[in-house]
């Protein structure tokens, strides 16, 4: 292959976005991607029986309509067709009632009552209010001074507490308290740790601000789409082409990896400094994910009709409940009764099953690398808060934390999270660095989720490893 002036190794949303923000700076850019398909975590395939379509990985993208970057890109124009649920996310209850994201504050607040309603619109009411200026400082690196010292004092004050402390601290009825312990059980943290509450507060945040949409059609829509833009400012893509080693991939003045630290370091070899190496080779991954997708014959039969408002259900009950979970994917044994992110999209977007049938997607976390069977467990949570779930299903396709390192070699583990977001690593992630991005070889750069601002379809990491690269090596 002829030299270019920067190769993308993985065409993953962060290697799409970064070969999108090169190609945009007039820069002739390759990217190379080891499997017959593109999209990484953003991939939809027929997994169980012809016509549904199932998201093999992400499934609900709030972080990409809040994305600095995605915002500029025509998106739509490319093939994507933003999918909305009337509700972001319900969390049924073991009272057979459910607590539901409004996207309207003031909405919230009514369905919590007085205490509670009022709790949450003073946590986040202000922090929604300032929504435009707030998730570019939070979708990117570690910036001192921040652009926005008071809005994001104001956000750190709880932010850096955790999750349970919070909810404890700012609420008293299970609703509350449960809705938001779910919304920062995406952090795959114990919600006992410090900063857990600030996924919580992110993920809260985005479903006021732009609520939680999936893609029509599937997740792969939004790789298409970052593919297609691609290719219209003159860059190409070649599917099927693993790399091992820089030796077999042509010259370029910059290299990008949207590849895990381990991965970046073994194809870099002795282009990097081996004691930056072993740096990367110490980043630490977190718990592992199983994962099961399902060919149903109706919708999700939820005791809570609410739950059937929202494209995205939390299942476990209550906060107590979603705690132990969330603490036991940290130890060797995973939860008798695991917390699950649902999602059913084909309640909402027709296109991704056969008329009158549905498609279900649930995982949970568990321990890195876990062989335990979950299906049983998973299916008799989705039983205890909707009875007649087994009746419903068709086929199923499970993919266990070893099936997901298989298909993706990112997902150490079945880590789909890019790393673990404990606060000893969030603000290094990879290394400590001035710009995360970089390596000491002025050629070399990191764009995967294990850079700030870690896991989701947003492409921020690969914008942000762009931008140091343009600055770096081509004064842009």
Request: glycine share 10%; proline share 8%.
């Amino acid at each position: 292959m002829d030299a270019r002036d920067a190769v993308v190794i993985g065409a993953g949303p962060n290697g799409l976005a970064a070969a999108v923000a090169l190609a945009q700076a007039g820069l002739s850019v390759l990217v190379l991607e080891a499997q017959a398909t593109l999209g990484g975590g953003a991939r939809t395939a027929e997994l169980t029986r012809p016509g549904f379509r199932h998201d093999v990985c992400s499934a609900i993208h709030p972080t990409a309509l809040v994305s600095p970057f995605f915002r500029t890109l025509p998106l739509e124009q490319h093939g994507v067709e933003w999918v909305y649920s009337d509700a972001a996310v319900a969390h049924p209850l073991p009272d057979g009632t459910a607590a539901i994201l409004e996207q309207s504050i003031d909405r919230m607040a009514e369905t919590l009552g007085p205490d509670d309603g009022a709790a949450w619109r003073a946590l986040l009411g202000p922090l929604a209010a300032n929504a435009g200026e707030l998730f570019p400082e939070l979708l990117g690196p570690l910036q001192l001074p921040p652009r926005h010292p008071l809005l994001m004092a104001r956000f750190g004050l709880s932010a850096f507490r955790s999750a349970a402390g919070l909810a404890y601290g700012e609420f008293t009825g299970e609703p509350a308290r449960a809705l938001f312990a779910g919304c920062a059980a995406h952090s795959f943290l114990p919600l006992e740790k410090p900063f857990s509450a600030a996924f919580g507060l992110v993920l809260a945040l985005t479903g006021h601000a732009v609520g939680w949409p999936c893609a029509r059609g599937g997740s792969q829509a939004i790789a298409d789409a970052l593919a297609s833009i691609l290719r219209a400012h003159g860059g190409e893509i070649v599917l099927g082409q693993p790399v091992t080693s820089l030796d077999e991939v042509p010259r370029a003045r910059a290299y990008l990896f949207d590849t895990s630290p381990r991965a970046m370091a073994r194809i870099a070899g002795d282009r990097l400094p081996l004691r930056f190496r072993r740096r990367l080779e110490r980043f630490r991954h977190g718990p592992g994910a199983f994962k099961i997708d399902y060919a149903l014959d109706g919708p999700i039969p939820w005791t809570a009709a609410a739950c059937s408002r929202a494209a995205t259900v939390h299942v476990c009950g209550t906060m107590e409940e979603v705690a132990a979970s969330e603490r036991a994917a940290w130890t060797d044994t995973p939860a008798e009764k695991p917390f699950l992110l649902v999602a059913q999209q084909s309640l909402f977007d027709r296109t991704r099953a056969p008329d009158g049938q549905h498609t279900g997607w649930v995982y949970c976390h568990v321990p890195s690398g876990c062989t335990v069977d979950m299906t049983d467990r998973i299916e008799a949570q989705l039983e205890r808060f909707a009875p007649g779930f087994r009746d419903r299903i068709l086929a199923r396709a499970v993919r266990t934390p070893a099936d997901f390192e298989r298909y993706n070699a990112n997902f150490i583990g079945g880590d789909i999270a890019g790393g673990a977001n404990d606060i000893t690593q969030l603000f290094t992630r990879p290394v400590a660095r001035l710009s995360p991005y970089t390596t000491p070889n002025p050629s070399l750069y990191l764009c995967s989720s294990s850079t700030p601002p870690g896991g989701g379809v947003h492409g921020m990491c690969g914008f942000h490893a762009a931008r140091a690269a343009l600055t770096r090596v081509f004064g842009i």
